[in-house]
């Protein structure tokens, strides 16, 4: 056999060769290819947690007996519950539920120590925000082995007949928001932030990088349209194409997966326009960086990953360890994750909504900023 | 001034990072002219065409185009520049008719409809307006580009390699439309690499690693280098060229297929060593005109050397 009709080793190595060569240059994707498991590795090892521990729990208690603070201790023992702070009344846990500070409040009825001792079983309630029922699950477990454990240690010599037989008292768990459980009313409009998280950054940063890709850029620069019209007049059509998978989302959320809607649309609409606008500075910013279309791809995988795992869309954001919730606190779908739940599912207005829009009015702010100079320099 | 020049500026300079890519060039371009701008690949051609249609700020230097500034007032200047890119730079996923419609909205034309048919009909494409612009060959989208960036009646174009690529029938039929349009009053400035095209042109500018080398009309820009050349024919002409290149007098050899020429700017030197040389029966030999591929070549062997790059 002639060797130019065999397969040459010679000339398969150069084909190998070459392609580690190109590999190397390729910065973006050689970063991939190391960055990619290493941040993996350090997002599912680390920072998920389907079991979350220490979520902030408010106490409304107008009775302090050592009956009351065993029982708190007891609960922080559990590892579930953090104690953040004190409550008024009951109007003000539910508030503090509805804006998200906390994951759970113990409400303590008054004389509730004096009832126990009295033999009464009196009730004690606990409220959970139970939108993502990952997240509440096993601490609500923890809370119904709280009666015995009190009734252990504290009902002991002349009280110990309290101890015996039937609790001492009752703990009586309000799951709220999401009384059933169910999965899909967290998860589906959770979905609306991830969809437009992609398709926002995605399309505005391959429909810039495209431009210049292809040469089209300078002959838009040459004519007499300013930059901020390029720019505006690029991305408009995508704030469009944002409101149409919103729409879709929500009435697929509604009729085909029944999550209840308690809030209202027009606030809802207008989340949605903040948020597309916070993921489309990003865009802008992407495709300032990226050298062509395949680049902004790769970058756009890099955001949006820590995006999917640490924003609380896919594992309770309480559950994750302090680095890890620092950095989802950085990404505007952990906010609009917040806002659509909280519409959704808590029917929450602007008052209870502002601690997660000023966030994303922020994020919108500095990266524009980044953005316009990033996009100056391109031009020179 | 304004009125007489189409272009005028003067030590225009631009730095990428470290790199100093163009080196106080000045442009004088009349109203009418077609100017030719020649140089190597890399030289600055494209920097400088960039700058003087305010699609870069130049880091030093001034200057006017059609009369506006070139630093101020770069939204009227691009209003009244046909600028063609040496790539094309229309849109292959858009029809023709789509990609002449967004260029007459561009440039806010009043009569947008009417003006994208006349340039249609005067392509001769027609029939094919509505087919994709990727679909066209390259001759025709370097027409398409040329129609397209003097839809909005520019009064000055910026033409950077438009010929690049293109086959010599197009070439012509392009330079005889540029004779129009400068006969019509537009200004043109012409980057290319071709001789006969730099031919073609009323003036000239060459420049090479960033610097103006010479400017004027093709006569001037031969004369100015005072070369005196003879061309010799016949023999190994390859062989001859080495042997002479080290020999007094003679600073240049070129070898133009069956022709040798040779230059120098000592004339009875010259003479003196190539009748020592290739004198006899193997070889003819006659005194001829100095052509500007001889000049080109000398100012830029001159030039790296002056910028210490072997050639």
């Known amino acids: ?380 | 001034m304004s009125d007489e020049y189409a272009i005028d500026v003067r030590g225009l300079n631009k730095h990428f990072g470290d790199k100093h890519v163009v080196k106080d060039v000045g442009l004088q371009v009349r109203r009418g002219e077609i100017f030719g701008f020649l140089g190597p690949n890399g030289s600055g051609k494209t920097t400088t065409i960039r700058m003087l249609c305010g699609l870069l700020k130049p880091d030093a230097g001034s200057g006017t185009c059609l009369g506006y500034d070139i630093r101020r007032d770069s939204a009227r200047i691009k209003r009244h520049v046909g600028y063609m890119t040496q790539k094309f730079s229309y849109w292959d996923d858009l029809t023709i008719r789509e990609n002449l419609d967004f260029v007459a909205r561009m440039y806010g034309m009043p009569d947008r409809l009417e003006a994208v048919d006349r340039t249609l009909k005067g392509l001769g494409l027609m029939e094919r307006a509505n087919q994709m612009t990727g679909a066209l060959s390259g001759g025709w989208k370097q027409r398409l580009a040329l129609a397209a960036c003097k839809l909005h009646d520019p009064e000055l174009l910026l033409l950077d390699e438009p010929t690049a690529g293109v086959d010599p029938g197009a070439r012509r039929d392009f330079w005889e439309e540029l004779h129009r349009l400068s006969a019509a009053g537009i200004s043109v400035l012409v980057s290319t690499h071709y001789m006969d095209e730099a031919e073609r042109c009323h003036k000239l500018a060459y420049i090479a690693y960033g610097s103006l080398l010479a400017q004027g009309t093709s006569q001037e820009v031969i004369a100015a280098q005072g070369l005196i050349t003879w061309a010799i024919y016949g023999g190994n002409l390859a062989g001859l060229s080495e042997t002479l290149q080290k020999l007094p007098g003679v600073e240049q050899t070129v070898l133009f297929g069956a022709m040798l020429h040779v230059s120098g700017r000592d004339g009875d030197l010259l003479e003196r060593t190539l009748r020592a040389t290739a004198a006899g029966a193997a070889f003819r030999m006659e005194k001829v005109d100095t052509n500007l591929e001889d000049v080109f070549i000398y100012k830029m062997k001159q030039s790296a050397d002056q910028n210490g790059i072997g050639t």
């Open chain 1, 1 to 380: 056999m002639s060797p130019l009709d065999g397969f040459s080793l010679s000339r398969w190595w150069s084909l190998v060769l070459k392609e580690f060569l190109q590999l190397r240059r390729d910065r973006l994707t050689f970063a991939m290819i190391v960055g990619i498991p290493i941040v993996q590795l350090a997002l599912f090892g680390y920072a998920i947690n389907t079991d979350p521990k220490h979520m902030p729990t408010a106490i409304i208690g107008a009775d302090h007996s050592e009956m009351t603070r065993t029982m708190i201790a007891t609960m922080k023992t559990s590892g579930y519950f953090d104690i953040v702070g004190e409550l008024p009344d009951e109007e003000a846990g539910r508030a503090a539920l509805a804006r998200g500070e906390v994951q759970f409040v113990l409400n303590i009825p008054a004389g509730f120590t004096r009832r126990v001792l009295r033999g009464e079983r009196p009730a004690l309630l606990v409220e959970a925000d139970a939108t993502d029922p990952m997240a509440t699950g096993m601490a609500l477990a923890s809370v119904n082995q709280l009666a015995r454990s009190v009734a252990t240690k504290d009902l002991t010599g002349p009280l110990a007949f309290l101890a015996g037989g039937q609790a001492p008292f009752e703990v009586r768990v309000h799951r709220l928001y999401n009384p059933e459980g169910i999965t899909r009313y967290n998860i589906v409009p959770g979905l609306m932030g991830v969809i437009l998280t992609m398709t926002m950054v995605l399309m505005t940063g391959l429909a810039i990088t495209r431009e210049r890709e292809r040469g089209t850029m300078e002959n838009l620069l040459a004519m007499p349209a300013k930059p901020i019209e390029v720019m505006t007049g690029k991305i408009v059509p995508y704030i469009a194409i944002g409101l149409i998978q919103s729409t879709i989302i929500i009435l697929a959320a509604r009729f085909a997966f029944r999550v209840p809607f308690a809030g209202s649309a027009v606030t809802l609409y207008l989340a949605v326009l903040l948020f597309v606008a916070a993921n489309l500075t990003v865009g802008i910013t992407m495709s300032s960086l990226a050298q062509s279309q395949l680049q902004a791809m790769q970058m756009t995988m890099f955001y949006f990953l820590p995006n999917i795992l640490l924003s609380g869309f896919m594992f309770p954001f309480q559950g994750m360890p302090a680095w890890a919730r620092f950095i989802g606190n950085l990404l505007p779908l952990t906010y609009f994750n917040r806002l659509t739940r909280g519409i959704f599912l808590k029917g929450n207005g602007w008052w209870d909504l502002w601690p997660d829009i000023w966030p994303l009015m922020v994020f919108t702010v500095v990266v524009m900023a980044i953005a316009v100079t990033f996009y100056r320099r391109t031009l020179d």
